[in-house]
């Protein structure tokens, strides 16, 4: 395969998640193309499996598909130098109330290859402690909990589609029959 080779790079948005750039691409042909990319900040996601063995979910609004979703407790690096295992845990107990005495990555997702660099580390969070909720000003987040199985149908029905959630329940119900 030739290779295709960035030769210029503008910030388009700077923001608090994300920077939006517009790429000036050189082809194998010789043409130049103008490219979006989109950079990310970083963030993690959890797969909390409770003590009976049913997993913490989170139901929120999402304002950008403009619906509630039913999701794996996720969320953003608060600072630069946050690794995604503290940014797991943290907003694991930040969204559900719950503290994780185990963490061990689970899998590594790549959201949106095509326009954007997000890369989600998922962990697999268990021996969990019951604390509290800590939600930002503009979180309305209910708590629920689900056995695996009820969740593969959920997917299957395409009742859950984003796709952290989608990757990380898979993901978990291969690690649990291996």
């Not at 042909?29 to 499996?49: K, L, M, S």
């Not at 963490?103 to 580390?121: F, Q, S």
């Not at 939600?135 to 199985?149: G, K, R």
Request: proline residues 2%; negative net charge; glycine residues 6%.
């Amino acid at each position: 395969m030739d290779e295709i080779k960035r030769v210029g790079r503008k910030l388009m948005y700077h923001g608090v998640v994300i920077d939006a750039y517009r790429d000036t691409m050189l082809m194998p042909n010789g043409n130049t193309e103008e490219w979006d990319f989109i950079q990310h900040h970083g963030a993690a996601a959890v797969v909390a499996v409770m003590d009976d063995g049913r997993i913490i979910m989170v139901r929120q609004h999402r304002p950008a598909i403009g619906r509630f979703t039913l999701e794996l407790p996720a969320g953003k690096l608060d600072f630069k130098g946050e690794s995604k295992a503290d940014c797991a845990a943290r907003e694991l107990e930040e969204e559900t109330g719950y503290k994780a005495g185990k963490l061990e990555l689970l899998v590594t997702v790549d959201t949106t290859v095509a326009i954007c660099d997000e890369e989600i580390e998922i962990y697999l969070a268990t021996e969990l402690m019951k604390t509290e909720q800590h939600l930002d000003e503009d979180e309305d987040i209910n708590v629920e909990a689900y056995d695996v199985d009820e969740l593969m149908g959920m997917i299957a029905r395409q009742e859950i589609r984003d796709s952290k959630t989608v990757a990380g329940i898979l993901a978990y119900k291969a690690f649990r029959q291996s």
